[in-house]
């Protein structure tokens, strides 16, 4: 049966709702990991030693270039295979995906960095000034307020990236709208829609308001 049914609507709901709310789950723990990662990977290639600038970027070129999907089952299965089978699904979901957005999130910090005045920088220098000093009151204060409206669209792309999880058991919505059609035989489309609704119903307005900072901020730099 694939005609409307309002009925499977009301029946599929508190499926749907609750892999919602593991969708939102999934974004807070990834998007922590993606946010402080991130930080720490672009300070690495500002003021690392040469190898670990180069390691670290070259790690985090393979993240960028390789899709998402395919790392999500490779960690999977060697986490599952050699490392600790009893790891669950959300865990190792949201840490691939955390780590897989702190290599964008990360090269915004680093152009929050390289827009920092050179003079600042001089100055800090003449001034003799220690790196923690020079980073956490003239480089973070700044590097955060220019990178903030960078930051929040890589996590709101990354929270419609959750249903990708559901390859490996992540009773997100999508898996949830599925489990269902496949007990009933019946409500993907509903289950489908829900999944949409709810997705752009949190999505949207966080969009907006990452769209008003971002033209506060550079409006503010003029």
């Given at each position: 049966m694939n005609e409307w049914n309002?009925?499977?609507v009301v029946?599929?709901?508190?499926?749907?709702?609750?892999g919602f709310i593991v969708v939102l789950q999934v974004t807070l723990v990834a998007g922590l990991i993606a946010v402080l990662l991130g930080l720490l990977v672009a300070i690495a290639e500002r003021i690392g030693p040469p190898w670990?600038?180069?390691?670290?970027?070259?790690?985090?070129?393979?993240?960028?270039?390789?899709?998402?999907?395919?790392?999500?089952?490779?960690v999977w299965t060697a986490t599952s295979l050699y490392i600790n089978p009893e790891w669950s699904a959300f865990a190792v979901g949201s840490a691939v995906l955390g780590v897989h957005y702190a290599s964008y999130t990360s090269e915004s910090y680093r152009a929050g960095i390289e827009a920092i005045p050179v003079g600042q920088w001089e100055a800090a220098t003449a001034l003799s000034l220690p790196t923690h000093r020079v980073w956490g009151?003239?480089?973070l204060p700044q590097l955060l307020r220019r990178s903030s409206a960078a930051v929040a669209n890589w996590i709101?792309?990354?929270?419609?990236?959750?249903?990708?999880?559901f390859v490996i058991g992540v009773l997100e919505m999508i898996a949830q709208a599925q489990k269902y059609q496949g007990q009933h035989y019946d409500g993907a489309v509903e289950g489908y829609t829900i999944a949409g609704i709810l997705f752009l119903a949190a999505s949207?307005?966080?969009?907006?308001?990452?769209?008003?900072l971002e033209n506060r901020l550079a409006k503010s730099h003029y």
């Open positions: 309002n009925d499977t029946e599929v709901f508190p499926a749907m709702w609750e670990v600038r180069r390691v670290v970027s070259g790690v985090f070129q393979f993240i960028r270039n390789t899709p998402l999907l395919v790392q999500v089952l490779f009151a003239i480089v709101i792309a990354m929270f419609k990236e959750v249903p990708t999880l949207y307005p966080v969009a907006v308001a990452a769209r008003r």
